[in-house]
Nanobody
Framework: VQLQASGGGLVQAGGSLRLSCAAS????????MGWFRQAPGKEREFVAA????????YYADSVKGRFTISEDNAKNTVYLGMNSLKPEDTAVYYC???????????????WGQGTQVTVSS
């Protein structure tokens, strides 16, 4: 499975962005997908996850109510809608996919390249 993330950019605090992650290759094997982020000098942290072809979602407390993860099965794409962005949301955002596991698991087999999100104050 190959993952291609896009949609990052520079936005003012309070603004919105939508990230996309297009999957290719053995997409039929995907069971769940997730978004993670890594800020400079910090460890990578979990943001959100979704069960592929299902309605189950899971969010980090820091983004709950502001971010929405969704999918378009026909396009093999997962999205991360981000509203009410804060400067502390600034990070490189990565998408990930896995052929199994629990929705709450932080372990993923496949990773995409990151896309930079910068929120100015």
């Amino acid at each position: 499975v190959q993952l291609q993330a896009s949609g990052g950019g520079l936005v003012q605090a309070g603004g919105s962005l939508r990230l996309s992650c297009a999957a290719s290759g053995r997409t039929f094997s995907i069971y769940r997908m997730g978004w993670f982020r890594q800020a400079p000098g910090k460890e990578r942290e979990f943001v959100a996850a979704i069960r592929w072809a299902a309605v189950n979602t899971y969010y980090a407390d820091s983004v709950k109510g502001r971010f929405t993860i969704s999918e378009d099965n026909a396009k093999n794409t997962v999205y991360l809608g981000m509203n009410s962005l804060k400067p502390e949301d600034t990070a490189v955002y990565y998408c990930a996919a896995d052929p199994g596991g629990y929705l709450y698991s932080l372990n993923y087999n496949y990773w995409g390249q990151g896309t930079q999100v910068t929120v100015s104050s």
